[in-house]
């Protein structure tokens, strides 16, 4: 039998985030760019500590420079798809400290595999 890699899974403020899979809320799919996603995933799994500017570059464009446009561009394209109707800012930014989410964040290690696997095994043995 192979292994099954599990991947954590991040909720927060009505979003659910699964690094490899994606961003949704309600269900929907939000569609984010390679490098926003990257950089979604290190804030998410610093979970609410600031992650800085260097921190983001490394992980966001794999060590390559970037431009503090660039930086500015990527986190107004998670302020945009974490956008909540009431107004809630989730990214926030902090001069000299960097960037972090901003709301309270849970963390399941049971990604996407692990669930089907319990939601298939629940359909064929319901309790």
Not at 28 to 36: D, H
Not at 104 to 113: I, Q, T, Y
């Given at each position: 039998m192979t292994a099954v890699a599990i991947r954590p899974a991040y909720e927060f403020a009505g979003f659910r985030f699964e690094p490899g899979v994606g961003l949704s809320r309600a269900g929907?799919?939000?569609?984010?760019?390679?490098?926003?996603?990257?950089?979604?995933a290190a804030l998410l799994a610093a979970q609410g500590r600031f992650v800085g500017r260097e921190a983001v570059?490394?992980?966001?464009?794999?060590?390559?420079?970037?431009?503090?446009d660039s930086i500015s561009r990527c986190i107004y394209v998670l302020r945009r798809a974490l956008a909540c109707p009431d107004g809630l800012e989730i990214v926030e930014t902090a001069y000299g400290r960097g960037f972090r989410i901003a709301v309270?964040?849970?963390?399941?290690?049971?990604?996407?595999?692990a669930s089907s696997i319990r939601k298939l095994a629940q359909a064929r043995h319901p309790a």
């Open positions: 929907r799919s939000i569609r984010l760019a390679p490098t926003p996603m990257r950089v979604l570059v490394q992980v966001g464009w794999r060590g390559r420079d970037a431009s503090d309270p964040v849970f963390r399941s290690d049971e990604g996407r595999a």
